[in-house]
């Protein structure tokens, strides 16, 4: 009897990990293995890594390091963006309830966190996307109010590999701000679920205008259960998880430094893929013109 052949497609949701990420991760499964935070030589070896991959992520999407939180995946990115973009009463930036705009097929981590937040006291409004699955700016102007605190629009789409105009709905959300008075800090913030991204298409936030941006281990050949959300400097949002001052106060819990190594490893990895996919498009593209 003939053995069947498995052949994963899957790879939207989870991707293996790559061999370089491994070999990062290595010695920090025993090797060193201290608590980042601990004042000894072996928290000291422990935060260097962390902090090391921080910076090497960083520069590789051009931000400054504290602009990056580690998280435990995109999930908690992504509900760390719209849950902390809301401001409570007492921040009196926008008058209650706030207000949320997301699109109608971001990932769940979104649109449960959406619907939550309305559960809770908040306005939700959804916007639809065209036949082809693109969200219209001038619809997410229209959705906005006085009491918007964030919109979230997924970059790729995880399902059906639409690709949104990301640059084009953050232009729309700054010319609405600028109309009403307020200025590039102020709500409502714009966030984008970039997970899907890295490997195909470039995710610098600045060139997207995105405030706050979600990246996953597990889409681009890292390890799971780590990610990292990127906040602009200047754009405030209120912690997650709190008790102790990792990450800035912004995110508690003992650092992943093993996963944390990793991700940095698979992102420079995702970087050397996008590039040769693209010389290696450009040089087909050449190629047909003679044809």
Same mark, same amino acid.
């Given at each position: 009897?003939?053995?069947?052949?498995?052949?994963?497609?899957?790879?939207?949701?989870?991707?293996?990990?790559?061999?370089?990420?491994?070999?990062?991760?290595?010695?920090?499964?025993? !090797?060193?293995?201290?608590?980042?935070?601990?004042?000894?030589?072996?928290?000291?070896?422990?935060?260097?890594?962390?902090?090391?991959?921080?910076?090497?992520?960083? !520069?590789?999407?051009?931000? $400054?390091?504290?602009?990056?939180?580690?998280?435990?995946? &995109? !999930?908690?990115?992504?509900?760390?963006?719209?849950?902390?973009?809301?401001?409570?009463?007492?921040?009196?930036?926008?008058?209650?309830?706030?207000? #949320? &705009? &997301?699109?109608?097929?971001?990932?769940?981590?979104?649109?449960?966190?959406?619907?939550?937040?309305?559960?809770?006291?908040?306005?939700?409004?959804?916007?639809?996307?065209?036949?082809?699955?693109?969200?219209?700016?001038?619809?997410?102007?229209?959705?906005?109010?006085?009491? !918007?605190?964030?919109?979230?629009?997924?970059?790729?789409?995880?399902? #059906?590999?639409?690709?949104?105009?990301?640059?084009?709905?953050?232009?729309?959300?700054?010319?609405?701000?600028?109309?009403?008075? $307020?200025?590039?800090?102020?709500?409502?913030?714009?966030?984008?679920?970039?997970?899907?991204?890295?490997?195909?298409?470039?995710? %610098?936030?600045?060139?997207?205008?995105?405030?706050?941006?979600?990246?996953?281990?597990?889409?681009?050949?890292?390890?799971?259960?780590?990610?990292?959300?990127?906040? $602009?400097?200047?754009?405030?949002?209120?912690?997650?998880?709190?008790?102790?001052?990792?990450?800035?106060?912004?995110?508690?819990?003992? %650092?992943?430094?093993?996963?944390?190594?990793?991700?940095?490893?698979?992102?420079?990895?995702?970087?050397?893929?996008?590039?040769?996919?693209?010389?290696?498009?450009?040089?087909?593209? $050449?190629?047909?013109?003679?044809?």
């Amino acid at each position: 009897m003939a053995v069947m052949k498995k052949i994963y497609f899957d790879y939207a949701a989870t991707t293996p990990l790559d061999k370089s990420a491994r070999r990062a991760m290595e010695p920090y499964f025993s !090797t060193v293995f201290g608590n980042p935070v601990s004042a000894h030589t072996h928290g000291k070896d422990a935060r260097e890594a962390v902090e090391r991959s921080r910076i090497e992520i960083a !520069t590789g999407i051009g931000v $400054r390091a504290h602009e990056v939180i580690f998280t435990a995946g &995109v !999930t908690e990115a992504n509900n760390m963006a719209l849950f902390g973009s809301v401001p409570p009463p007492s921040y009196g930036k926008i008058s209650r309830p706030p207000h #949320v &705009v &997301v699109s109608a097929i971001e990932h769940s981590s979104i649109l449960q966190a959406g619907r939550y937040l309305q559960e809770m006291g908040a306005h939700l409004t959804v916007v639809g996307v065209s036949r082809g699955g693109l969200v219209d700016p001038d619809e997410i102007c229209r959705a906005l109010t006085s009491e !918007t605190a964030v919109v979230s629009v997924m970059y790729v789409n995880n399902e #059906v590999g639409t690709i949104q105009r990301i640059r084009a709905l953050s232009e729309a959300i700054s010319r609405w701000k600028r109309v009403i008075g $307020r200025g590039k800090n102020d709500y409502p913030y714009f966030h984008t679920d970039a997970a899907q991204a890295p490997r195909v298409l470039p995710f %610098h936030p600045h060139s997207l205008g995105a405030d706050l941006l979600s990246i996953d281990g597990s889409k681009i050949y890292g390890p799971k259960g780590v990610g990292f959300l990127y906040v $602009r400097e200047g754009i405030v949002i209120r912690p997650l998880i709190v008790g102790a001052a990792q990450e800035g106060l912004r995110r508690a819990g003992t %650092h992943n430094v093993t996963a944390i190594v990793g991700l940095a490893a698979a992102l420079r990895r995702a970087e050397i893929f996008r590039k040769k996919e693209e010389n290696c498009n450009s040089s087909r593209r $050449r190629d047909n013109k003679g044809i």
